[in-house]
């Protein structure tokens, strides 16, 4: 995982390498939420209504940005996720923002904020 920081905003917790590997185009106006499930508790995350993990996740990073194409914007949230017991370093994204929902469970939110 790398760590990305805006002025007074903790380090936001992406796992991709390096900026020049996002799945998004540089410069592009990201925030992002970064959860984790402390050993011992049992958490749950449902994406749009479907669990992500058929056991407990371990840890989630959501990030919402706009795509530009052309002279339009399309919002996109992009999320990772790992679970206990296999299913490490999933990845989904959605263009689907007014449907798109999170229920967290037992997970505590690390850090919160923009993505540079």
């Not at 209504?49 to 914007?73: E, M």
Request: net charge neutral; proline share 10%; aromatic share 14%.
């Amino acid at each position: 995982m790398t760590a990305a920081t805006a002025q007074g905003v903790p380090p936001i917790f992406i796992p991709n390498p390096s900026p020049s590997t996002y799945p998004w185009p540089q410069g592009a106006g990201v925030y992002a939420w970064n959860y984790t499930c402390a050993d011992g508790v049992t958490c749950a995350v449902s994406i749009s209504g479907a669990p992500l993990c058929p056991t407990a996740v371990k840890s989630l990073s959501i990030a919402l940005l706009n795509f530009r194409t052309g002279n339009f914007d399309l919002p996109t949230y992009f999320y990772w996720f790992s679970c206990s017991g296999g299913k490490e370093n999933s990845f989904g994204f959605t263009h689907q923002v007014y449907s798109f929902s999170v229920e967290i469970s037992g997970m505590t939110l690390q850090t919160t904020g923009p993505v540079p």
